[in-house]
Protein backbone atom coordinates (compact mmCIF):
# COMPACT_ATOMS: atom_id res chain seq x y z
CA UNK A 1 0.00 0.00 0.00
CA UNK A 2 1.55 3.28 -0.70
CA UNK A 3 2.83 5.53 1.80
CA UNK A 4 0.30 8.66 2.52
CA UNK A 5 1.07 11.45 0.45
CA UNK A 6 2.80 9.53 -2.17
CA UNK A 7 0.15 10.36 -4.46
CA UNK A 8 1.38 13.78 -4.67
CA UNK A 9 4.81 13.02 -5.90
CA UNK A 10 5.40 13.83 -9.74
CA UNK A 11 6.76 11.24 -12.06
CA UNK A 12 9.11 11.58 -14.53
CA UNK A 13 9.03 8.87 -16.66
CA UNK A 14 6.80 10.00 -19.96
CA UNK A 15 9.19 13.09 -20.51
CA UNK A 16 12.53 11.06 -19.61
CA UNK A 17 11.02 8.83 -22.18
CA UNK A 18 10.76 11.56 -24.76
CA UNK A 19 13.43 13.70 -24.49
CA UNK A 20 16.14 10.53 -23.75
CA UNK A 21 16.72 9.95 -27.67
CA UNK A 22 17.91 13.28 -27.86
CA UNK A 23 20.83 13.42 -25.84
CA UNK A 24 24.38 11.92 -27.09
CA UNK A 25 27.35 11.34 -25.60
CA UNK A 26 30.48 13.00 -27.24
CA UNK A 27 33.36 11.15 -27.10
CA UNK A 28 36.88 13.46 -27.99
CA UNK A 29 40.51 12.25 -28.42
CA UNK A 30 43.60 14.55 -28.20
CA UNK A 31 47.04 14.81 -28.51
CA UNK A 32 48.42 16.07 -24.66
CA UNK A 33 52.05 16.72 -23.63
CA UNK A 34 50.01 16.58 -20.16
CA UNK A 35 47.83 13.77 -19.56
CA UNK A 36 46.10 15.61 -16.40
CA UNK A 37 45.09 18.20 -19.11
CA UNK A 38 41.85 15.96 -19.82
CA UNK A 39 41.06 15.33 -16.03
CA UNK A 40 38.18 15.91 -14.24
CA UNK A 41 38.74 19.51 -13.64
CA UNK A 42 37.94 20.52 -17.37
CA UNK A 43 39.12 24.17 -18.67
CA UNK A 44 37.80 27.05 -18.17
CA UNK A 45 36.96 30.50 -20.27
CA UNK A 46 39.97 32.31 -22.09
CA UNK A 47 41.91 34.15 -19.24
CA UNK A 48 39.12 32.90 -16.79
CA UNK A 49 40.63 30.77 -14.42
CA UNK A 50 37.74 28.91 -12.76
CA UNK A 51 38.24 28.75 -8.73
CA UNK A 52 38.31 25.91 -6.87
CA UNK A 53 36.21 23.92 -5.29
CA UNK A 54 34.02 24.73 -8.52
CA UNK A 55 34.58 22.17 -11.32
CA UNK A 56 33.83 21.35 -14.74
CA UNK A 57 33.17 17.65 -15.52
CA UNK A 58 33.04 15.59 -18.87
CA UNK A 59 35.23 12.13 -17.72
CA UNK A 60 38.18 11.30 -18.35
CA UNK A 61 38.98 7.25 -20.26
CA UNK A 62 42.27 7.44 -19.83
CA UNK A 63 45.31 7.23 -21.65
CA UNK A 64 45.44 5.04 -25.09
CA UNK A 65 49.01 5.70 -26.06
CA UNK A 66 51.71 8.46 -25.12
CA UNK A 67 50.13 11.72 -24.74
CA UNK A 68 46.97 10.19 -26.47
CA UNK A 69 43.77 10.92 -23.99
CA UNK A 70 39.87 10.69 -25.11
CA UNK A 71 37.55 11.96 -22.62
CA UNK A 72 33.71 11.76 -22.57
CA UNK A 73 30.83 14.35 -22.34
CA UNK A 74 27.46 15.02 -23.16
CA UNK A 75 25.68 16.93 -25.79
CA UNK A 76 21.52 16.98 -27.01
CA UNK A 77 20.16 17.62 -30.47
CA UNK A 78 18.58 20.93 -31.15
CA UNK A 79 17.21 19.78 -34.84
CA UNK A 80 16.66 16.71 -37.22
CA UNK A 81 19.95 17.42 -39.79
CA UNK A 82 22.25 16.89 -36.54
CA UNK A 83 23.34 19.95 -35.00
CA UNK A 84 24.36 19.09 -31.57
CA UNK A 85 24.60 21.51 -28.63
CA UNK A 86 27.40 20.74 -25.65
CA UNK A 87 29.85 22.74 -23.33
CA UNK A 88 33.01 23.92 -25.02
CA UNK A 89 35.25 22.32 -22.78
CA UNK A 90 34.16 19.01 -23.45
CA UNK A 91 35.44 19.44 -27.03
CA UNK A 92 38.32 21.90 -26.62
CA UNK A 93 41.88 20.85 -27.86
CA UNK A 94 40.28 17.74 -29.42
CA UNK A 95 41.77 16.14 -32.65
CA UNK A 96 38.43 13.76 -33.14
CA UNK A 97 35.33 14.21 -31.89
CA UNK A 98 32.48 11.63 -32.15
CA UNK A 99 29.14 11.44 -31.22
CA UNK A 100 27.01 8.20 -30.15
CA UNK A 101 23.70 8.69 -30.46
CA UNK A 102 21.04 6.56 -28.08
CA UNK A 103 21.21 3.96 -30.27
CA UNK A 104 24.53 3.47 -29.68
CA UNK A 105 24.91 4.43 -33.48
CA UNK A 106 28.03 6.70 -33.65
CA UNK A 107 29.25 9.48 -36.01
CA UNK A 108 32.36 11.45 -36.37
CA UNK A 109 31.23 15.30 -35.70
CA UNK A 110 32.23 18.41 -37.37
CA UNK A 111 32.93 21.54 -34.84
CA UNK A 112 30.45 24.44 -36.21
CA UNK A 113 31.98 26.47 -33.85
CA UNK A 114 32.93 27.11 -30.12
CA UNK A 115 32.47 30.33 -27.46
CA UNK A 116 35.14 30.27 -24.66
CA UNK A 117 33.22 33.06 -22.56
CA UNK A 118 30.48 31.11 -22.56
CA UNK A 119 31.57 27.40 -22.16
CA UNK A 120 29.31 26.38 -25.51
CA UNK A 121 30.28 24.61 -28.74
CA UNK A 122 28.09 23.28 -31.33
CA UNK A 123 28.37 20.39 -33.45
CA UNK A 124 27.15 18.73 -36.69
CA UNK A 125 26.86 15.22 -37.67
CA UNK A 126 25.63 13.59 -40.70
CA UNK A 127 23.47 10.56 -39.87
CA UNK A 128 21.52 10.53 -43.19
CA UNK A 129 18.25 10.45 -41.53
CA UNK A 130 16.17 12.65 -39.42
CA UNK A 131 17.50 12.58 -36.32
CA UNK A 132 15.02 12.80 -32.73
CA UNK A 133 15.92 16.07 -30.81
CA UNK A 134 14.82 18.61 -28.26
CA UNK A 135 13.66 22.17 -28.34
CA UNK A 136 15.45 25.48 -25.98
CA UNK A 137 12.36 26.61 -23.84
CA UNK A 138 12.27 29.71 -21.54
CA UNK A 139 14.44 29.49 -18.64
CA UNK A 140 13.36 32.83 -17.90
CA UNK A 141 9.70 31.81 -16.72
CA UNK A 142 12.14 28.93 -13.92
CA UNK A 143 11.19 29.60 -10.51
CA UNK A 144 12.95 28.61 -7.83
CA UNK A 145 11.96 25.46 -6.61
CA UNK A 146 10.80 24.04 -9.88
CA UNK A 147 11.41 20.19 -10.96
CA UNK A 148 14.15 19.61 -13.66
CA UNK A 149 15.74 16.90 -14.92
CA UNK A 150 19.64 16.46 -15.98
CA UNK A 151 20.03 14.11 -18.61
CA UNK A 152 23.67 12.55 -19.42
CA UNK A 153 26.45 10.41 -19.46
CA UNK A 154 27.84 10.30 -16.23
CA UNK A 155 30.74 8.12 -16.05
CA UNK A 156 30.16 7.03 -19.31
CA UNK A 157 27.71 5.23 -18.48
CA UNK A 158 25.14 6.28 -21.22
CA UNK A 159 21.86 8.00 -20.95
CA UNK A 160 21.03 8.90 -17.05
CA UNK A 161 18.51 10.66 -15.57
CA UNK A 162 18.52 12.76 -12.45
CA UNK A 163 15.90 15.09 -10.99
CA UNK A 164 15.85 17.75 -8.62
CA UNK A 165 14.80 21.35 -8.11
CA UNK A 166 15.83 24.38 -9.00
CA UNK A 167 18.11 25.89 -5.82
CA UNK A 168 19.02 29.37 -7.01
CA UNK A 169 18.98 31.85 -10.15
CA UNK A 170 21.42 34.15 -11.71
CA UNK A 171 24.40 32.59 -9.92
CA UNK A 172 28.37 34.46 -10.34
CA UNK A 173 30.43 31.34 -10.35
CA UNK A 174 33.96 33.80 -11.80
CA UNK A 175 34.46 31.15 -14.54
CA UNK A 176 33.89 34.45 -17.38
CA UNK A 177 32.36 37.65 -17.88
CA UNK A 178 28.60 36.58 -18.46
CA UNK A 179 28.09 34.05 -15.34
CA UNK A 180 24.16 33.58 -15.02
CA UNK A 181 23.95 30.20 -13.91
CA UNK A 182 20.91 28.22 -12.59
CA UNK A 183 22.06 26.19 -9.57
CA UNK A 184 20.22 22.69 -9.54
CA UNK A 185 20.42 20.19 -7.57
CA UNK A 186 20.08 17.23 -9.66
CA UNK A 187 23.05 15.09 -9.78
CA UNK A 188 26.08 15.96 -12.32
CA UNK A 189 28.76 13.91 -12.01
CA UNK A 190 31.64 13.20 -14.17
CA UNK A 191 30.69 12.80 -17.98
CA UNK A 192 27.29 15.29 -17.57
CA UNK A 193 29.35 18.19 -18.90
CA UNK A 194 27.18 19.74 -22.12
CA UNK A 195 23.79 17.90 -21.56
CA UNK A 196 20.41 19.28 -21.12
CA UNK A 197 18.40 20.24 -18.14
CA UNK A 198 14.81 19.80 -19.02
CA UNK A 199 11.55 21.67 -17.36
CA UNK A 200 9.06 19.03 -16.78
CA UNK A 201 7.55 19.92 -20.01
CA UNK A 202 10.48 18.81 -22.00
CA UNK A 203 12.00 21.71 -23.15
CA UNK A 204 15.78 22.84 -22.30
CA UNK A 205 16.21 25.65 -20.15
CA UNK A 206 19.85 24.74 -19.50
CA UNK A 207 23.18 23.58 -20.35
CA UNK A 208 24.77 21.22 -17.11
CA UNK A 209 28.04 22.66 -16.82
CA UNK A 210 30.02 22.81 -13.71
CA UNK A 211 29.42 21.62 -9.61
CA UNK A 212 30.72 22.98 -6.60
CA UNK A 213 32.48 20.04 -4.85
CA UNK A 214 35.37 20.45 -1.79
CA UNK A 215 35.53 16.49 -2.88
CA UNK A 216 35.21 16.26 -6.51
CA UNK A 217 31.99 14.55 -6.58
CA UNK A 218 28.74 15.34 -6.14
CA UNK A 219 27.72 17.47 -3.18
CA UNK A 220 23.99 18.49 -4.70
CA UNK A 221 25.26 21.94 -6.09
CA UNK A 222 25.51 22.16 -9.69
CA UNK A 223 25.49 24.70 -12.06
CA UNK A 224 23.25 25.24 -15.72
CA UNK A 225 23.82 28.15 -18.20
CA UNK A 226 20.32 29.08 -19.09
CA UNK A 227 18.34 28.76 -22.00
CA UNK A 228 18.72 32.58 -23.05
CA UNK A 229 22.25 32.37 -23.16
CA UNK A 230 22.28 28.91 -25.08
CA UNK A 231 19.91 30.21 -28.03
CA UNK A 232 22.26 33.45 -28.85
CA UNK A 233 25.06 31.77 -28.91
CA UNK A 234 24.07 28.88 -30.78
CA UNK A 235 22.75 31.25 -33.45
CA UNK A 236 26.22 32.94 -34.15
CA UNK A 237 28.05 30.12 -34.22
CA UNK A 238 25.09 28.11 -36.60
CA UNK A 239 25.72 31.19 -38.44
CA UNK A 240 29.52 31.76 -38.90
CA UNK A 241 31.25 29.55 -36.58
CA UNK A 242 31.95 32.56 -34.36
CA UNK A 243 30.43 34.93 -31.89
CA UNK A 244 30.40 38.64 -32.46
CA UNK A 245 30.16 40.56 -29.34
CA UNK A 246 30.10 44.54 -29.13
CA UNK A 247 33.20 46.41 -26.81
CA UNK A 248 32.84 50.05 -25.35
CA UNK A 249 36.49 50.13 -24.12
CA UNK A 250 36.09 50.65 -20.33
CA UNK A 251 36.83 49.07 -17.22
CA UNK A 252 34.06 49.21 -14.63
CA UNK A 253 33.43 47.86 -11.01
CA UNK A 254 30.33 47.70 -8.91
CA UNK A 255 28.56 50.42 -7.00
CA UNK A 256 28.85 49.60 -3.51
CA UNK A 257 26.79 51.50 -0.67
CA UNK A 258 30.15 53.50 0.53
CA UNK A 259 30.92 54.40 -3.18
CA UNK A 260 27.50 55.23 -3.50
CA UNK A 261 27.47 57.67 -0.47
CA UNK A 262 30.91 59.16 -1.34
CA UNK A 263 29.65 59.52 -4.93
CA UNK A 264 26.49 61.27 -3.70
CA UNK A 265 24.01 58.63 -5.28
CA UNK A 266 20.62 57.78 -3.72
CA UNK A 267 21.16 54.09 -4.31
CA UNK A 268 23.95 51.76 -4.97
CA UNK A 269 22.96 50.87 -8.28
CA UNK A 270 24.30 51.30 -11.78
CA UNK A 271 28.19 50.82 -12.95
CA UNK A 272 31.17 52.75 -12.02
CA UNK A 273 33.89 53.40 -14.87
CA UNK A 274 37.17 52.60 -13.59
CA UNK A 275 39.30 53.38 -16.57
CA UNK A 276 38.13 54.29 -20.47
CA UNK A 277 40.90 52.60 -22.13
CA UNK A 278 42.50 54.55 -24.95
CA UNK A 279 41.37 53.83 -28.56
CA UNK A 280 38.80 52.29 -27.80
CA UNK A 281 35.34 53.10 -28.40
CA UNK A 282 34.53 55.00 -25.74
CA UNK A 283 37.15 57.19 -25.94
CA UNK A 284 36.17 59.23 -28.72
CA UNK A 285 33.04 60.37 -26.14
CA UNK A 286 33.03 62.60 -23.09
CA UNK A 287 32.79 59.05 -20.93
CA UNK A 288 35.44 59.73 -18.12
CA UNK A 289 36.88 57.45 -15.21
CA UNK A 290 34.43 58.50 -12.04
CA UNK A 291 31.88 58.38 -14.27
CA UNK A 292 28.63 55.79 -12.86
CA UNK A 293 26.61 54.83 -15.50
CA UNK A 294 22.62 54.29 -14.57
CA UNK A 295 20.88 53.93 -17.85
CA UNK A 296 21.35 51.64 -21.26
CA UNK A 297 19.06 53.06 -23.81
CA UNK A 298 16.57 54.05 -21.70
CA UNK A 299 16.82 50.77 -19.51
CA UNK A 300 18.35 50.54 -15.51
CA UNK A 301 21.27 48.86 -14.76
CA UNK A 302 20.31 47.07 -11.60
CA UNK A 303 24.29 44.97 -11.56
CA UNK A 304 27.02 46.13 -12.89
CA UNK A 305 27.47 42.25 -14.89
CA UNK A 306 24.02 44.05 -16.69
CA UNK A 307 26.54 46.39 -18.62
CA UNK A 308 29.14 44.05 -20.10
CA UNK A 309 25.98 41.70 -21.22
CA UNK A 310 24.15 44.31 -22.53
CA UNK A 311 26.80 45.78 -24.72
CA UNK A 312 28.11 42.36 -25.52
CA UNK A 313 24.87 41.40 -26.98
CA UNK A 314 24.94 44.83 -29.15
CA UNK A 315 25.79 44.59 -32.49
CA UNK A 316 29.00 46.40 -33.72
CA UNK A 317 28.29 49.84 -35.32
CA UNK A 318 25.22 50.21 -33.35
CA UNK A 319 24.43 53.65 -31.19
CA UNK A 320 23.94 53.04 -27.84
CA UNK A 321 22.77 56.30 -25.16
CA UNK A 322 24.04 55.56 -21.57
CA UNK A 323 22.73 57.85 -18.89
CA UNK A 324 25.67 59.00 -16.68
CA UNK A 325 25.93 60.84 -13.51
CA UNK A 326 28.98 62.48 -12.78
CA UNK A 327 29.10 65.06 -9.81
CA UNK A 328 25.26 65.26 -9.29
CA UNK A 329 24.63 66.49 -12.21
CA UNK A 330 22.60 63.30 -14.88
CA UNK A 331 24.30 63.37 -18.75
CA UNK A 332 23.61 61.77 -22.18
CA UNK A 333 26.07 60.46 -24.01
CA UNK A 334 25.93 58.16 -27.30
CA UNK A 335 29.03 55.59 -28.05
CA UNK A 336 29.23 53.89 -31.05
CA UNK A 337 29.73 50.19 -30.34
CA UNK A 338 32.63 48.67 -31.20
CA UNK A 339 33.75 45.06 -31.91
CA UNK A 340 35.10 43.18 -29.15
CA UNK A 341 38.95 42.57 -30.02
CA UNK A 342 40.83 39.57 -29.16
CA UNK A 343 38.37 37.29 -31.20
CA UNK A 344 40.25 34.67 -33.21
CA UNK A 345 39.69 34.92 -37.33
CA UNK A 346 38.07 31.74 -38.59
CA UNK A 347 38.51 29.94 -41.94
CA UNK A 348 36.38 27.54 -40.77
CA UNK A 349 33.21 29.09 -42.51
CA UNK A 350 30.21 26.57 -43.43
CA UNK A 351 28.22 27.07 -46.85
CA UNK A 352 27.95 29.97 -49.00
CA UNK A 353 28.50 34.07 -48.17
CA UNK A 354 28.61 37.31 -49.62
CA UNK A 355 31.33 36.34 -52.15
CA UNK A 356 29.84 32.90 -52.51
CA UNK A 357 31.46 29.53 -51.23
CA UNK A 358 34.17 29.80 -49.67
CA UNK A 359 36.69 27.45 -48.97
CA UNK A 360 36.73 25.82 -45.51
CA UNK A 361 39.85 24.94 -44.44
CA UNK A 362 39.42 24.33 -40.68
CA UNK A 363 42.00 27.23 -39.02
CA UNK A 364 41.11 29.32 -36.79
CA UNK A 365 43.76 32.01 -36.74
CA UNK A 366 44.47 35.08 -34.01
CA UNK A 367 46.93 37.76 -34.62
CA UNK A 368 50.68 37.84 -32.54
CA UNK A 369 49.47 40.31 -29.84
CA UNK A 370 52.25 40.96 -27.42
CA UNK A 371 50.56 38.68 -24.89
CA UNK A 372 50.62 35.38 -27.38
CA UNK A 373 54.14 36.32 -27.94
CA UNK A 374 55.26 35.41 -24.79
CA UNK A 375 53.09 32.74 -24.49
CA UNK A 376 54.09 31.46 -27.58
CA UNK A 377 57.78 31.83 -26.50
CA UNK A 378 58.34 34.13 -29.74
CA UNK A 379 60.51 37.35 -30.54
CA UNK A 380 59.19 40.60 -30.71
CA UNK A 381 60.71 40.41 -34.47
CA UNK A 382 58.68 36.80 -35.48
CA UNK A 383 56.19 37.57 -38.26
CA UNK A 384 53.01 35.35 -38.99
CA UNK A 385 49.63 34.54 -37.61
CA UNK A 386 49.23 32.40 -34.75
CA UNK A 387 46.96 29.01 -35.49
CA UNK A 388 44.78 29.37 -32.43
CA UNK A 389 42.83 26.22 -33.41
CA UNK A 390 42.45 23.75 -35.82
CA UNK A 391 38.87 22.08 -36.64
CA UNK A 392 38.77 17.94 -36.10
CA UNK A 393 38.84 16.29 -39.47
CA UNK A 394 39.66 19.68 -41.33
CA UNK A 395 41.62 19.97 -44.68
CA UNK A 396 44.11 22.18 -42.25
CA UNK A 397 43.88 18.83 -39.65
CA UNK A 398 44.63 16.64 -42.37
CA UNK A 399 47.72 18.41 -43.66
CA UNK A 400 49.30 18.20 -40.01
CA UNK A 401 48.41 21.46 -38.87
CA UNK A 402 48.43 21.94 -34.90
CA UNK A 403 47.42 24.66 -32.93
CA UNK A 404 49.60 27.00 -31.63
CA UNK A 405 51.96 26.75 -35.01
CA UNK A 406 52.37 29.89 -36.59
CA UNK A 407 51.10 30.62 -40.33
CA UNK A 408 54.44 33.11 -41.33
CA UNK A 409 54.00 32.87 -45.85
CA UNK A 410 50.87 31.88 -47.71
CA UNK A 411 52.62 31.35 -51.08
CA UNK A 412 55.31 33.48 -51.40
CA UNK A 413 53.66 36.06 -49.50
CA UNK A 414 54.44 36.69 -45.93
CA UNK A 415 51.40 37.63 -43.77
CA UNK A 416 50.83 38.98 -40.46
CA UNK A 417 47.40 38.80 -39.60
CA UNK A 418 44.23 37.11 -40.22
CA UNK A 419 42.63 39.42 -43.05
CA UNK A 420 45.62 38.38 -45.28
CA UNK A 421 45.18 34.98 -45.10
CA UNK A 422 41.82 34.96 -45.44
CA UNK A 423 42.87 37.48 -48.40
CA UNK A 424 44.42 34.77 -49.98
CA UNK A 425 42.66 32.40 -49.65
CA UNK A 426 39.39 33.63 -51.41
CA UNK A 427 41.79 34.85 -54.28
CA UNK A 428 43.51 31.13 -54.49
CA UNK A 429 39.71 29.87 -54.40
CA UNK A 430 38.44 32.37 -57.39
CA UNK A 431 41.35 31.27 -59.57
CA UNK A 432 40.54 27.37 -58.82
CA UNK A 433 43.63 26.55 -56.94
CA UNK A 434 43.48 23.14 -55.24
CA UNK A 435 45.14 23.74 -52.58
CA UNK A 436 46.85 26.93 -50.44
CA UNK A 437 50.41 26.54 -50.13
CA UNK A 438 51.56 28.04 -46.15
CA UNK A 439 54.74 28.39 -45.00
CA UNK A 440 54.10 26.69 -41.07
CA UNK A 441 56.39 27.10 -38.32
CA UNK A 442 56.30 25.26 -34.94
CA UNK A 443 59.00 24.13 -32.18
CA UNK A 444 61.38 26.45 -33.96
CA UNK A 445 60.96 24.56 -37.48
CA UNK A 446 59.72 25.89 -40.89
CA UNK A 447 58.09 23.79 -43.65
CA UNK A 448 55.69 24.22 -46.82
CA UNK A 449 52.81 22.45 -45.96
CA UNK A 450 49.99 21.99 -48.98
CA UNK A 451 46.66 22.44 -47.47
CA UNK A 452 43.76 21.42 -49.80
CA UNK A 453 40.58 23.55 -50.78
CA UNK A 454 37.51 21.88 -49.85
CA UNK A 455 34.62 24.61 -50.61
Do not use: C
Amino acid sequence: MPAAGSALLPGFADVAERVTPAVVNVKVTAERADHASLSAHGTSPKGMPLPEPFRRFFGERGQLAPHRVEGQGSGFLIDPSGYIVTNNHVIKGATEVAVVLNDESEYLARVVGRDDKTDLALLKIDAGTPLPYVELGDSSRARVGDWVLAVGNPFGLGGSVNAGIISARGRDIHSGPYDDYLQIDAAINRGNSGGPLFDTSGRVIGVNTAIYSPTGGNVGIGFAIPAETVRGIVADLREDGRVERGWLGIQIQAITPELAAGLGLDAAEGVLVADVMRDGPASRTDLQAGDVVLRVNGEPLRDYKDLPKVVASTKAGSTMTLEVAREGRLRRIEVTVGEMPGEEGVLARQGPSADGDQPRLGLYLAPLTPERRMQQGLSAAQQGVLVARVEPGSPAAKAGIKSGSLISMVGADPVDSPDQVVAAVRKAAKAQKQALILRVERNGRARFVAVPLAA
